[in-house]
């Protein structure tokens, strides 16, 4: 059994390793910290598909678990990704479960539903919760009647959110290391896209279609 776990907190990577050790005594557990080391990981092994299961936080230093997962999955279609995020299912469990990962779960999420997830992927399967697959159900029966963030492109849509949590442009670019300028042209698609002119209306959709946790507010 070969693990890899890509946190960039210390304490989550260890915490995780504990509950994996617990089920699978023997298992190899590797660990990175960032998201360039997550794929260097992967990447470095001489023959594909070495890990059996991935676990990968969705906040990263260097570029966030959804990039991560699309680089990945455009050469390691058959690794099981499981996602594991400090935030809610309504805020991302659709959007990285689209773009290829195997599971999504909740970093409140019980000791035992982790390991469940991880032998479900091992088998070959999916694990969603209810909610989730209710969620995936009604968006194929809605294609056409999207909500407008939904419209979003992946960084589009993390910009949103980063503006509904009531960061500034300097922030968001030190946060993403990139330009205030690219921030700016972002931003100003995001606002043309969800038909808006200001952030106080992107932060009042926000929080009506619950895409930003309140205790993320005014960080």
Same mark, same amino acid.
Not at 27 to 34: G, L
Not at 74 to 81: C, M
Not at 196 to 214: C, G, H, S
């Given at each position: 059994m070969r693990i890899l776990i890509a946190d960039d907190d210390a304490y989550v990577r260890r915490g995780l390793r504990e509950i994996i050790l617990e089920e699978y005594s023997k298992? &190899? +557990?590797?660990?990175?910290?960032?998201a360039r080391e997550a794929i260097d990981? @992967?990447?470095?092994?001489e023959r594909k598909q070495f890990w059996d299961v991935m676990v990968l936080d969705i906040n990263m230093p260097g570029g966030s678990g959804? &990039? @991560?997962?699309? &680089?990945l999955k =455009?050469? $390691?279609?058959?690794?099981?990704?499981l996602v594991l995020s400090g935030h809610s299912e309504d805020e991302y469990a659709v959007r990285t479960l689209k773009a290829g990962a195997s599971g999504y779960l909740t970093k409140e999420t019980a000791p035992e539903e982790l390991v469940?997830?991880?032998? =479900? @992927?091992?088998?070959g399967g999916k694990y969603i919760s209810a909610a989730v697959a209710e969620k995936l159900v009604f968006d194929l029966e809605n294609a056409g009647d999207r909500p407008l963030h939904e419209t979003l492109s992946d960084?589009? $849509?993390?910009?949103?959110?980063? +503006?509904?949590?009531?960061?500034?442009v300097g922030e968001i670019a030190d946060e993403l290391s990139l330009s205030i300028k690219t921030v700016s042209t972002y931003r100003a698609r995001v606002l043309?896209?969800?038909?808006?002119?200001?952030?106080?209306?992107?932060?009042? $959709?926000? +929080?009506?279609?619950?895409?930003?946790?309140?205790?993320?507010?005014g960080r």
């Open positions: 298992a &190899e +557990i590797a660990e990175a910290r960032n990981l @992967v990447r470095g092994r959804i &990039e @991560v997962l699309k &680089e =455009k050469d $390691y279609k058959k690794l099981p990704i469940a997830a991880i032998k =479900k @992927v091992l088998a960084r589009e $849509y993390q910009i949103l959110r980063m +503006i509904a949590s009531g960061k500034e043309n896209k969800m038909k808006m002119n200001t952030n106080a209306q992107l932060t009042f $959709y926000a +929080i009506k279609n619950r895409l930003v946790d309140e205790k993320e507010l």
